[in-house]
């Protein structure tokens, strides 16, 4: 699982949350603005937490793509973002954003639940 927190103020936010729960941000390398959010210790290979929870994202509202995207959004990981896509418009769900890589880390994609809720799918790279 990943999640992501947009913002409009990037370093006002991060000390929020660094301050409330002590999480780490490494800004992610790429031309937008976008940080590593660590909940939880990763693999430095994949950045896969390496015990139980979920680590995130925060950008800036400004860099989204699309204005359902400037909202918080969960990711589920799963194991092929292609077959997973198939699988949600067969039930009745709608891929908004289709399968795009992250480099180094694997492919995502975005979706609506029957009932317009937005969710993000997320396949690792293999170790």
Do not use: C
């Amino acid at each position: 699982m990943h999640f992501e927190i947009p913002a409009n103020d990037i370093e006002k936010i991060k000390k929020f949350y660094i301050d409330l729960f002590g999480w780490t941000m490494n800004k992610y390398p790429g031309p937008t603005t976008y940080y590593l959010i660590g909940t939880v210790p990763v693999d430095e290979k994949t950045m896969m937490p390496i015990r139980p929870g979920v680590n995130g994202g925060l950008f800036n509202k400004k860099d989204a793509t699309m204005p359902d995207m400037a909202k918080p959004i969960n990711y589920i990981s799963v194991e092929s973002v292609e077959e997973y896509s198939k699988k949600i418009e067969a039930l009745g769900g709608k891929i908004v954003v289709p399968k795009m890589e992250i480099p180094g880390l694997g492919w995502w994609a975005l979706a609506l639940d029957p009932e317009g809720n937005h969710f993000g799918i997320l396949e690792y790279k293999q170790k």
